[in-house]
T-cell receptor, first 111, second 116 residues
């Protein structure tokens, strides 16, 4: 079945460090891929998405490229800030009703 | 405008009791989802409502779980005879369009359920 495997956390980085959170997927069709973020005390919200192979989603300095050959959608940011501290969820949807989520990766950025 | 609202934010109940969790979606959103997030686990899909169509109940873990959506708006998730393994954060999300589209889900802050 469809599933998402996400890098386990927690991840702790210093401010201005480079961030990568790995995400790989298994899907029978042609999924759309998403990254959601949950800031402390807030609900989950969409960070970025890509709907077909080789698409790059980007938002707030974060990027992720839909790689069909490696079935991956890794999240990257060149220089993290304290305000990026949150839990990040990779997710996929293949046109069925469900949105499949990974287990989440908690990021803490220290000044 | 207002986001997705869930109530209560926290619920502590004794094993064997029934609980009801409420979700008020964003006005005009036709799609509504319930998910469950247990400690150390990802988001587990429970049920999906789209307009007047029959709901997708394929994620409900047992027949103790049920959900309704009245008038295409407010939804109630009911758990009967609660068990300790039901302890989790229950998240509701709504979307302006159905699952065939890639419109984002808007999540509420969740209800943290603790079964003692």
């Amino acid at each position: 079945g469809d599933s998402v495997t996400q890098m386990e956390g927690p991840v702790t980085l210093s401010e201005e460090a480079f961030l990568t959170i790995n995400c790989t997927y298994t899907a029978t069709g042609y999924p759309s891929l998403f990254w959601y973020v949950q800031y402390p005390g807030e609900g989950l919200q969409l960070l970025l998405k890509a709907t077909k192979a080789d698409d790059k989603g980007s938002n707030k300095g974060f990027e992720a490229t839909y790689r069909k050959e490696t079935t991956s959608f890794h999240l990257e940011k060149g220089s993290v800030q304290v305000s990026d501290s949150a839990v990040y969820f990779c997710a996929l949807k293949t046109g069925a009703n469900n949105l499949f989520f990974g287990t989440g990766t908690r990021l803490t950025v220290i000044p | 405008g207002a986001g997705v609202s869930q109530s209560p934010s926290n619920k502590v109940t004794e094993k064997g009791k029934d609980v009801e969790l409420r979700c008020d979606p964003i006005s005009g959103h036709t799609a509504l989802y319930w998910y469950r997030q247990s400690l150390g686990q990802g988001l587990e899909f429970l049920i999906y409502f789209q307009g007047n169509s029959a709901p997708d109940k394929s994620g409900l873990p047992s027949d103790r779980f049920s959900a309704e959506r009245t008038g295409g708006s407010v939804s109630t998730l009911t758990i009967q005879r609660t068990q300790q393994e039901d302890s989790a954060v229950y998240l509701c999300a709504s979307s302006p369009q159905g699952a065939a589209y890639n419109s984002p889900l808007h999540f509420g802050n969740g209800t943290r359920l603790t079964v003692t």
